[in-house]
């Protein structure tokens, strides 16, 4: 494959995952796609880096505290 060619990957998140990497994202100046493709990028990197992924919990449940929008409809 050209190494400018990319695959297209359908890619499914709870919406829970998707807010924090598209506040993340937001954050980086990132569009969420490119956050998601930074971050594969860097954990590739890490893994050949030493041979081990980033994390050993790679599939524990996600626990990410995002904060809850308190603002009624009517105050927007």
């Given at each position: ?55 050993t919990e790679l599939d524990a449940p996600l626990d ?13």
């Amino acid at each position: 494959m050209n190494e400018s060619t990319k695959k297209q990957v359908p890619l499914r998140l709870s919406p829970r995952l998707y807010e924090a990497i598209a506040a993340w994202a937001e954050d980086d100046f990132r569009s969420v796609n490119g956050q998601i493709e930074y971050l594969l990028t860097e954990c590739v990197k890490q893994r050949k880096k030493n041979g081990r992924y980033v994390s050993t919990e790679l599939d524990a449940p996600l626990d990410v505290a995002l904060p809850i929008d308190t603002r009624s409809k009517q105050d927007e």
